[in-house]
């Protein structure tokens, strides 16, 4: 063999085991990091009385909270919801935002009894400490609510740092909802039977009200929970016996379903919420007429 060609193979044998020594080795794929319920920030009340208005102090409990209801519900965002911190005014512009949007659809014979209405939007935005918009994929939280609720009275509990990382719970699992079963929206706002639209947004509330349950649980608050659902039992007084039903009866439906079905029962009630009261007041009738789902996907 001449010798040119020999020196040709032993360079590239020599090029070859440097590349080999020196490449940018790709590490193993796996599989998506387990979905583990984060350990709560250290017990801190803010340094103001209003949390809403301290970001500082409010973004981290935000972020873990979106971690907490991720874990609870075994799925993650596609898209972290934005905080958003405002006052009563800003609210009330995004329920009409909302209006506007639900006025839009066509299938919409006519806008909501909502539309229009602005001493409505006015007053949902008055007692609204914190809501979940979809037109933005954002929680905003009102200044302006929690002065007005501690001079009303509401438990302190509520109104304090610890109330407010339930809330903030609770709004960011409708942020969940809207990603993952889009259509429970729909059904609780343009379903034609008003009974079967009601059931629908007791489900939504209702699946809202069980994962801040389970997180509050996780992070040794049952007692900041108890006082926000009875907050709401405190309501049946017949002039607000529908919030009673989406908040309470609407829990009571979810807890029922996660005990006999897990959490693919769960998510079959989200996909295909019970139509008449009957059926949310006594979730053995639903259970009976619905048939088990194999996953929860």
């Not at 599989?31 to 103001?48: D, K, N, Y």
Request: charged share 30%; proline share 7%; with cysteine.
């Amino acid at each position: 063999m001449p010798r040119s060609v020999l020196l040709v193979i032993v360079f590239a044998l020599a090029g070859a085991a440097f590349w080999w020594l020196l490449r940018d080795v790709e590490p193993a794929r796996s599989g998506p990091t387990p979905l583990e319920f984060p350990s709560p920030i250290a017990t801190s009340e803010p340094p103001t009385d209003d949390p809403w208005t301290d970001p500082d102090w409010l973004l981290p409990h935000f972020e873990k909270a979106c971690e907490a209801v991720e874990a609870v519900c075994e799925a993650r965002f596609v898209a972290r919801p934005t905080l958003r911190i405002g006052r009563a005014i800003e609210l009330a512009d995004l329920y009409r935002l909302s209006a506007l949007e639900y006025a839009r659809r066509e299938e919409l014979p006519e806008p909501p009894a909502l539309g229009g209405n602005e001493s409505m939007f006015a007053e949902f935005a008055r007692y609204q400490l914190g809501r979940y918009f979809r037109e933005a994929h954002a929680i905003t939280v009102s200044k302006d609510a929690i002065p007005r609720f501690r001079r009303d009275g509401l438990r302190e509990s509520l109104t304090g740092g610890d109330g407010v990382r339930l809330i903030l719970v609770h709004e960011l699992t409708h942020a969940w909802q809207q990603e993952q079963v889009p259509d429970l929206w729909v059904k609780r706002v343009f379903d034609p039977s008003k009974e079967a639209a009601e059931c629908a947004s007791a489900i939504g509330e209702g699946h809202a009200q069980h994962v801040t349950r389970l997180v509050a649980k996780h992070w040794g608050m049952g007692r900041f929970f108890d006082d926000f659902r009875a907050f709401f039992e405190g309501v049946d007084d017949g002039q607000h016996e529908q919030l009673w039903r989406e908040y309470v009866a609407g829990q009571d439906f979810i807890d029922a379903v996660q005990r006999a079905r897990g959490r693919a029962g769960v998510m079959q009630a989200l996909r295909d919420p019970p139509r008449q009261r009957a059926e949310l007041l006594d979730p053995a009738r639903w259970l009976s007429r619905t048939r088990p789902t194999e996953t929860g996907e």
